[in-house]
């Protein structure tokens, strides 16, 4: 019964986003029908809520998600993206690929505004061979590849030391299904667009020249990544510093900054943001994620199925950090599958974080490119379920190599 309010919840949701809602009032209307479901108090709702929006783990996303607009804006005034293609077009000679490689490598940013960067790339790139749709759904997809594989992200840390799986082995053992990711979206989407862009390419370039140029166009970018990996610094502080530097490496004006940073600020994404959180820590208050594993325990499927569907509508509910932290020990515990174990579960989490409403990247994607977000979970919908089936099998195909 309480797995169908939490569903009722999301459908709300979905259905307001659907009517066009804004971000803010979609959320809430979801957190509205959890208080009655549940009975969760006035008070107690008041006191969620303002832990959940004067949260340093709040704050800082929203943060973050202002101080890489400002980055965007940067990179839009001077033409960066749009020269980093170029370049890449050069020396790839596949914008398809430039583009979701581009995505992936931006994805190493831990921030959830790094997707704006990512879809401005998608759209031009895509034009009007995708619908805005697919080119956010791309944009999506591809720049949250590197979340579930790579140990910059809190979870992978988390869950190699609580399963006991060294972090290289299981980037290691996750290569093949990163190859398969990034396969699907070409499968579905990115085949439709042409290999070559319409554009007449310039050939005075020589690969030195375009790699030259890609570097420059890229720097900041580049920079605030290796800032985050090598310094372990937070997202917002990296892109800082970077910007501190760009003012003056691209020779900004006063007026112009002012003008740039006003736009960066979207009050109408940073509003939403917040009501994601607190939808999100309503959910938690319920404590419907806590007793998930005695639901799924009483499956009449595979453990190993049980223990990933487990870690698929946790991620749903509360998000990776959360399944890492609280189920990875019981999934080791009852079953010891290895690194095997540890892939299948890591990448039905990723799978559900795809189209989790409380995952905040997905919203900003959809308020981007002008769609709900029900249009972006249908899209993004059938690449993650392909992906689980594939990733079933390659679970099983480990388990008799290792």
């Not at 931006?106 to 790339?121: D, K």
């Not at 487990?310 to 990776?320: E, I």
């Amino acid at each position: 019964m309480e797995l169908l309010k939490i569903a009722a919840a999301f459908a709300v949701v979905f259905v307001l986003l659907n009517m066009k809602f804004p971000l803010v009032l979609g959320m809430l209307g979801g957190t509205g029908l959890l208080l009655v479901l549940f009975g969760i108090s006035p008070m107690d709702f008041g006191a969620v809520a303002l832990d959940s929006v004067t949260s340093w783990s709040t704050l800082e996303v929203v943060l973050a998600l202002y101080i890489i607009n400002v980055l965007q804006g940067i990179l839009e005034r001077r033409k960066r993206l749009e020269l980093a293609q170029q370049a890449m077009n050069r020396l790839l000679k596949d914008q398809r690929l430039n583009t979701a490689l581009a995505s992936i490598f931006i994805g190493m940013m831990p921030a959830p505004s790094a997707v704006t960067i990512c879809g401005q790339m998608m759209d031009e790139m895509a034009g009007d061979h995708l619908t805005k749709s697919e080119k956010a759904c791309c944009a999506s997809y591809y720049r949250h590849i590197t979340e579930g594989v790579l140990p910059t992200y809190p979870t992978v840390i988390i869950v190699c030391s609580l399963s006991g799986v060294s972090p290289s082995s299981f980037v290691l053992a996750m290569l093949p299904m990163v190859a398969v990711l990034i396969g699907l979206g070409f499968l579905y989407y990115l085949r439709k667009v042409p290999k070559s862009s319409q554009e007449p390419q310039n050939t005075g370039f020589s690969p030195v020249q375009s790699l030259r140029q890609l570097l420059s166009s890229l720097w900041t970018i580049l920079a605030a990544i290796l800032m985050i990996v090598l310094f372990q610094m937070p997202a917002w502080l990296a892109v800082s510093i970077v910007i501190g530097v760009a003012i003056f490496v691209e020779r900004f004006k006063p007026m112009e900054l002012a003008d740039l940073f006003r736009r960066a600020f979207d009050w109408r994404v940073i509003l939403g943001t917040f009501a994601v959180f607190v939808f999100k820590d309503t959910l938690m208050f319920t404590g419907i994620f806590e007793r998930l594993p005695d639901y799924f325990s009483a499956l009449p499927i595979p453990l190993f199925l049980t223990l990933a569907l487990l870690f698929f509508f946790g991620t749903l509910v509360a998000g990776s950090n959360a399944v890492g932290t609280a189920f990875t020990p019981l999934a080791f515990q009852v079953m010891d599958g290895g690194v095997a174990q540890l892939v299948l579960l890591m990448g039905f989490a990723y799978s559900a974080s795809q189209i989790s409403p409380t995952h905040v990247c997905l919203p900003i994607a959809s308020e981007y490119f002008g769609i709900s977000l029900g249009a972006l979970v249908k899209k993004i919908f059938p690449l993650v379920l392909t992906y689980c089936v594939i990733l079933v099998g390659y679970y099983l195909f480990l388990g008799l190599i290792l």
